[in-house]
């Protein structure tokens, strides 16, 4: 009785919405390594933790608020105590901040905020307002600016080299772009009804796809280039395997995965873009032993 007492109480609606976001997170601080990595900075743990308890406290605020699109994309949400949501956000961005503050570094925890700010409320000149949500594509290249324009100012604090930053920030920019896309597929219904024309919404699947693989594949000839230049640090194992599974992946996955029989289709997409940064390290640390 006590072990299905538990049991109910993590699968409430609350519970499931305090820990809608732990994964992403994780997969965010990791990211921060693998970005350290490719500028030839030594790792930072608490840094890679501050990242992760604000990117965590970023996307749970957005489902503890009142969510136009959530309500039909994520359903299992509904009913969950958005007070509750809205402390562990506030203590977890506490946590990262007050880290990343120890170390100088100003900007990047509010870099989200103000960017999800103008996002919403769009930026005004004079009488006019320039409203970006709505836009194709535009929540995608939000969401790529956000968290690679916040691991690039991470980097910038001990990587003096602007290109590498730079090149950093390219690449995240887009890859989380990408992935962002690649989730739209499955949520174009609640999407087009609080008025957000993601990519999959405007262009239709198979052509989105096209466009993600063009860019996928020049992103990666850039880095290769910048390998043999030496503007980023040799990290193959971690640039191959980012190219190779993604690759395949958006050559393979469809949306109708998402409701498939098999287990391995519908965690296909969740595998791939969650868990890429954490296989490529193991990857990586098995090929050095």
Same mark, same amino acid.
């Not at 997170?25 to 604000?54: H, K, Q, S, T, V």
């Not at 608020?65 to 509750?84: F, P, S, T, V, Y």
């Not at 939000?142 to 602007?162: E, Q, R």
């Not at 409701?259 to 940064?277: A, D, K, N, P, T």
């Given at each position: 009785?006590?072990?299905?007492?538990?049991? *109910?109480?993590?699968?409430?609606?609350?519970?499931? %919405?305090?820990?809608?976001? *732990?994964?992403?997170?994780?997969?965010?601080?990791?990211? =921060?390594?693998?970005?350290?990595?490719?500028?030839? %900075?030594?790792?930072?743990?608490?840094?890679?933790?501050?990242?992760?308890?604000?990117?965590?406290?970023?996307?749970?605020?957005?489902?503890?608020?009142?969510?136009?699109?959530?309500?039909?994309?994520?359903?299992?949400?509904?009913?969950?105590?958005?007070?509750?949501?809205?402390?562990?956000?506030?203590?977890?961005?506490?946590?990262?901040?007050?880290?990343?503050?120890?170390?100088?570094?100003?900007?990047?925890? $509010?870099?989200?905020?103000?960017?999800?700010?103008?996002?919403?409320?769009?930026?005004?000149?004079?009488?006019?307002?320039?409203?970006?949500?709505?836009?194709?594509?535009?929540?995608?290249?939000?969401?790529?600016? *956000?968290?690679?324009?916040?691991?690039?100012?991470?980097?910038?604090?001990?990587?003096?080299?602007?290109? *590498?930053?730079?090149?950093?920030?390219?690449?995240?920019?887009?890859?989380? $772009?990408?992935?962002?896309?690649?989730?739209?597929?499955?949520?174009?219904?609640?999407?087009?009804?609080?008025?957000?024309?993601?990519?999959?919404?405007?262009?239709?699947?198979?052509?989105?796809?096209?466009?993600?693989?063009?860019?996928?594949?020049?992103?990666?000839?850039?880095?290769?280039?910048?390998?043999?230049?030496? =503007?980023?640090?040799?990290?193959?194992?971690?640039?191959?395997?980012?190219?190779?599974?993604?690759?395949?992946? %958006?050559?393979?996955?469809?949306?109708?995965?998402?409701?498939?029989?098999?287990?391995?289709?519908?965690?296909?997409?969740? $595998?791939?873009?969650?868990?890429?940064?954490?296989?490529?390290?193991?990857?990586?640390?098995?090929?050095?032993?």
């Amino acid at each position: 009785m006590k072990i299905f007492s538990v049991v *109910t109480f993590f699968d409430t609606p609350t519970m499931r %919405l305090l820990n809608s976001s *732990t994964v992403v997170a994780i997969a965010g601080g990791l990211r =921060l390594n693998i970005a350290f990595l490719l500028a030839g %900075l030594g790792m930072r743990i608490p840094e890679y933790c501050a990242f992760a308890l604000i990117i965590y406290a970023t996307y749970t605020l957005d489902r503890a608020l009142d969510c136009r699109e959530d309500a039909i994309n994520k359903c299992e949400l509904i009913g969950a105590n958005g007070n509750i949501g809205i402390f562990a956000c506030a203590v977890a961005f506490l946590i990262g901040t007050i880290i990343l503050l120890q170390d100088g570094i100003f900007l990047a925890p $509010f870099f989200p905020f103000i960017i999800g700010y103008i996002y919403t409320h769009g930026i005004k000149v004079g009488p006019y307002t320039l409203r970006l949500k709505g836009g194709a594509g535009v929540k995608n290249a939000i969401i790529g600016l *956000t968290w690679g324009g916040t691991i690039a100012l991470i980097v910038s604090h001990w990587c003096n080299a602007v290109t *590498t930053v730079l090149i950093i920030f390219l690449f995240y920019g887009i890859k989380l $772009f990408i992935t962002s896309c690649i989730n739209d597929f499955k949520d174009v219904r609640g999407d087009l009804a609080a008025g957000i024309r993601t990519l999959p919404a405007t262009l239709g699947e198979e052509l989105t796809k096209k466009v993600l693989i063009l860019m996928h594949v020049s992103l990666h000839g850039v880095m290769v280039y910048a390998v043999f230049v030496h =503007l980023i640090a040799d990290e193959r194992v971690i640039l191959v395997y980012s190219f190779v599974v993604n690759l395949v992946f %958006l050559i393979l996955y469809s949306s109708s995965f998402e409701q498939s029989s098999h287990l391995i289709f519908r965690r296909m997409r969740w $595998f791939v873009i969650y868990w890429e940064s954490a296989i490529s390290l193991l990857l990586r640390a098995g090929l050095a032993a």
